[in-house]
T-cell receptor, first 109, second 114 residues
Framework: AQSVSQHNHHVILSEAASLELGCNYS??????LFWYVQYPGQHLQLLLKYFSGDPLVKGIKGFEAEFIKSKFSFNLRKPSVQWSDTAEYFCGGSYIPTFGRGTSLIVHP | GAGVSQSPRYKVAKRGQDVALRCDPI?????LFWYQQALGQGPEFLTYFQNEAQLDKSGLPSDRFFAERPEGSVSTLKIQRTQQEDSAVYLC????????????FGPGTRLLVL
């Protein structure tokens, strides 16, 4: 069965710290991976996605993720977080979308 | 343009009541998805439509859950004889057809079954 797992459920950082959120997937077939973000009181929105081409994907607001096939990973990174990045982050994938349980990120000003 | 809208935004039901949740997708979006999100969890896939055809309903948790999209636009998720474990946020998303197309999510309907 297809599954996506996120390693960090709660992350607390200070502004300007670097961020890396882990995501691993386990399903075969054509890859389709994404990260969604949910800011407080807002809808889920797409941060970035990968389904072919350059494995290093750049998204909105300075986020990027790298698809590493050998590790079944698609970790999300940002070199310097801001207070406004406080949100829930969801990794997911496959044609019938499967989401991880999410990571709650709190950034202290 | 307008995004995905859902109604009602909040619904309180007594156990055993039937509820109907509505989703208005982005105009022209062929694909429509329903998800259930429990507190502290990620969205769980329920069902998927392409136009009016329900192509996958493998995520519906029981035969009390039923979804339709009769004219290929608005969709309704119906839950019969609600149970407390049905309490969750129900999300709708729509997308253009094709592999890897971005899903646009609505605000969700928060259902509380007492």
């Amino acid at each position: 069965a297809q599954s996506v797992s996120q390693h960090n459920h709660h992350v607390i950082l200070s502004e300007a710290a670097s961020l890396e959120l882990g995501c691993n997937y386990s399903y075969g077939g054509t890859v389709n991976l994404f990260w969604y973000v949910q800011y407080p009181g807002q809808h889920l929105q797409l941060l970035l996605k990968y389904f072919s081409g350059d494995p290093l994907v750049k998204g909105i607001k300075g986020f990027e993720a790298e698809f590493i096939k050998s590790k079944f990973s698609f970790n999300l990174r940002k070199p310097s977080v801001q207070w406004s990045d406080t949100a829930e982050y969801f990794c997911g994938g496959s044609y019938i979308p499967t989401f991880g349980r999410g990571t709650s990120l709190i950034v202290h000003p | 343009g307008a995004g995905v809208s859902q109604s009602p935004r909040y619904k309180v039901a007594k156990r055993g009541q039937d509820v109907a949740l509505r989703c208005d997708p982005i105009s022209g979006h062929v694909s429509l998805f329903w998800y259930q999100q429990a507190l502290g969890q990620g969205p769980e896939f329920l069902t998927y439509f392409q136009n009016e055809a329900q192509l996958d309903k493998s995520g519906l948790p029981s035969d009390r859950f039923f979804a339709e999209r009769p004219e290929g636009s608005v969709s309704t998720l119906k839950i019969q004889r609600t149970q407390q474990e049905d309490s969750a946020v129900y999300l709708c998303a729509s997308s253009a057809p094709g592999w890897g197309e971005t899903q646009y999510f609505g605000p969700g309907t928060r259902l509380l079954v007492l």
